[in-house]
């Protein structure tokens, strides 16, 4: 049926159900027997995948693919497990800090210096300059990478690291003062 691979991201973008189907039978057991290779885990690796094809879906309009099309999908596959692998790697280090660093008594003004530390990186967030802060979501609350940004805000690269580093250097600056409270907070603005 679809016999020209290049043609297929075309009628993706087009909306065509069929061949965004046909893609997904394709490659979700080929994505996720790699993800899973990388991951460790044969659940989270098809969470993954199934994550990469509702994105791709969602994302449709915009869908391009230069060059080969398994080759784009592995690449989304790979940068989406090293993401989720990064996002663990911080889960683990704030939940070895909590069993480390944690009293045996939770001091009473650390529920609102951390309610007060949420605040102030939303306040700190907000007050970026409308691209900074558009890419800093991109980046950090979606978790896109900075091609992918790219992609999405039709910008180059060069840029999406421009704004970025602008986004984290306004960030550090403005919370310096809460680092003390939040030892992960350095690896989410680094």
């Keep these: 049926m679809y016999t020209d691979e290049t043609e297929l991201p ?16 394709a490659y979700y057991q080929p994505l996720s ?11 989270a690796a098809e969470e993954v995948v199934q994550q990469l094809f509702c994105r791709l879906w969602e994302k ?18 790979h ?12 889960k683990q280090a704030y939940m070895q800090n909590q069993v480390h660093d944690r009293p045996q008594q939770e001091q009473p003004g650390s529920a609102l210096q951390a309610k007060e530390l949420e605040g102030k990186i939303q306040a700190a967030i907000g ?11 991109l980046s950090r609350f979606e978790g896109l990478s900075y091609r992918e940004i790219a992609e999405v805000l039709g910008i180059s690269v060069k840029t999406v ?5 602008k986004a984290l250097k306004t960030l550090r600056i403005r919370l310096a003062e809460y680092l003390h409270l939040l ?4 690896l989410l603005f680094s």
């Design 10 to 25: 075309v009628q993706i973008s087009r909306g065509d159900q069929k061949a965004f189907e046909h893609v997904f039978r």
């Design 33 to 43: 027997r790699y993800a899973s290779g990388l991951l460790g885990d044969r659940d």
């Design 60 to 77: 449709r309009e915009n869908f391009q693919v230069s060059g080969s099309l398994k080759s784009y999908l592995f690449r989304a596959v």
């Design 79 to 90: 940068n989406a497990v090293m993401n989720e692998i990064k996002h663990e790697k911080v």
């Design 127 to 137: 007050e970026l300059p409308e691209h900074c802060r558009h890419v800093f979501r």
């Design 161 to 165: 690291e421009n704004q970025m580093g």
């Design 183 to 186: 030892p992960v907070f350095i």
